[in-house]
């Protein structure tokens, strides 16, 4: 069965880095598109960042456009989001997405 796997989260200072991945399995990886979303406490689950399937398109939400990088490796099966400039209100549980399947997310803190 389809499988997604967060890893990556944690607590980072205003200003830093974070990288998360996401180990895809049960599906053929380089034949989807993949997502990234949140949800921060109190708010609706945002979409964060897309990626085509060959990785040759890639489209952001305007408020991490600049800082966050998505891309994906297909011989690995794993889907990336590269994390810059973090700030406060980046603080949420970000999910890996692919159609109707969902990861368990992974928690990201930004706070000093």
């Known amino acids: 069965q389809v499988q997604l796997v ?10 830093g880095s974070r990288r ?8 053929a990886f380089r034949w989807y598109a993949m997502n990234w979303y949140r949800q921060a406490p109190g ?3 945002e979409l964060v960042a897309s990626i085509t399937s060959a990785g ?4 952001y939400a305007d408020s991490v456009k600049g800082r966050f990088t998505i891309s994906r490796d297909n011989a690995k099966n794993t889907l990336y989001l590269e994390m810059n400039s973090l700030k406060p209100e980046d603080t949420a549980v ?9 990861g368990q997310g992974t928690q990201v ?4």
């Open 6 to 15: 967060e890893s990556g989260g944690g607590l980072v200072q205003p200003g």
């Open 20 to 27: 998360l991945s996401c180990a895809a399995s049960g599906f």
């Open 43 to 45: 708010k609706e689950r």
């Open 56 to 59: 040759a398109m890639t489209n």
């Open 94 to 102: 970000y999910y890996c997405n692919r159609d109707v399947y969902w």
């Open 109 to 112: 803190t930004v706070s000093s």
